[in-house]
């Protein structure tokens, strides 16, 4: 830092706010730390009484905040995201599509385990919608040394913190199973919940069948939608452990491979969900629970976005559910601006 004539600042960056105050009118900053002196701005500098300013000194490896900034910038933004002008060492990171948000988690705390730079951001696996705030980054101090922002580079690693998945429009094949349903002695209240949801991600619903608790009916439809083209196979009901329910055998039975049959979520504990391979092409299978039926949100929630983005779902990634996985069901649902899935 060093101490200038004001005439002579043009160019240089100021080391700490200027404050105008005007009687009964103003009274704020006029120029924030930071900010780069520009010809236009001596008169009002002077203005306000500063003859002398205090500036940033450029030495040798290190960097001004807003430098900085960049380099953090550019760690984070991957694909189908922008980030907002510069300013006091700030970058916001922006959605440019609406997506999945996928965070890299070991790269976020390594870098925010340096000091002297932070990115706090969105909740990762969560849908961002275009416009979105996806991330804040900031250089701490008004100056940071190069070697620290190097450092950072290598933590974050060659990939981006954050990417956003594009959606992909989905044809969905829905298999309702149970005798109730199939004879027509209860309403099928399930497929107009799972209609509803998919209309958000503007999945088209390719149809519906009702197989009763036939085992080998009812795979034999779930491949009947795979031969069609789905790209996506919901079964409702007959997801529990009583011997009647045929579904996850029937899931099983179409040669599929289960990630799992259980999550640790309230509501959704009887998940199952599966993928068929067919050629190059990878279908979900998705055996519901009846919670997906009446409750607000459920593990149906947290996996549909994934799915719809392609983002293939891990095992180990439904287990890490348990923390944050039951729902307090709040008398005003703001879901996904809320714990549950987080």
Known sequence: MKEIRTEEAVGHVLCHDITQIIKDEKKGVLFKKGHVVKE????????VGKEHLFVWEKQ????????????????????????????EGKIEVIADCDGLLKINRAALLGVNSLGEMMIASRHGDFP??????????????????????????????????????????????????????????????????????????????MGQTT????????????????????????????????????????????????????????????????YYRKGEKTIPILGLPGCVMYAKRTVFDLVLPRIVADDSVRREEIAAYGEGGLCLNCRVCTFPNCGFGK
């Open 211 to 274: 197989p009763g608790d036939e085992k080998d009916q009812i795979t034999g439809d779930i491949l009947k939608f795979i031969e069609n083209g789905a790209d996506m196979v919901i079964c409702s009901g007959g997801m529990s452990v009583d011997p009647d329910d045929r579904t996850p055998g029937a899931i099983r039975a179409t040669g599929a491979e289960v990630v799992t049959y259980g999550a640790p979520v309230l509501p959704g504990a009887m998940l199952l969900l599966a």
């Open 60 to 87: 040798e490896g290190i960097l001004h905040e807003n430098e900085g900034a960049e380099i953090l910038y550019e760690i984070c933004a991957g694909r189908h995201m922008h980030g907002t002008e510069v300013k």
């Open 40 to 47: 236009e701005d001596i008169p009002a500098l002077l203005s």
């Open 128 to 205: 961002v919608k275009k416009g979105d705030k996806i991330a804040g980054t900031r250089i701490i101090p008004l100056v940071i040394e190069k070697e620290k922002m190097d450092r950072a580079r290598e933590t974050a690693g060659r990939e981006p913190i954050f990417n956003i998945l594009p959606f992909r429009e989905k044809k969905v094949g829905i298999v309702t199973t149970g005798s109730e349903v199939k004879k027509g002695l209860i309403q099928d209240t399930f497929t107009p919940v799972l209609r509803e949801k998919l209309a958000e991600y503007s999945c088209q619903v």
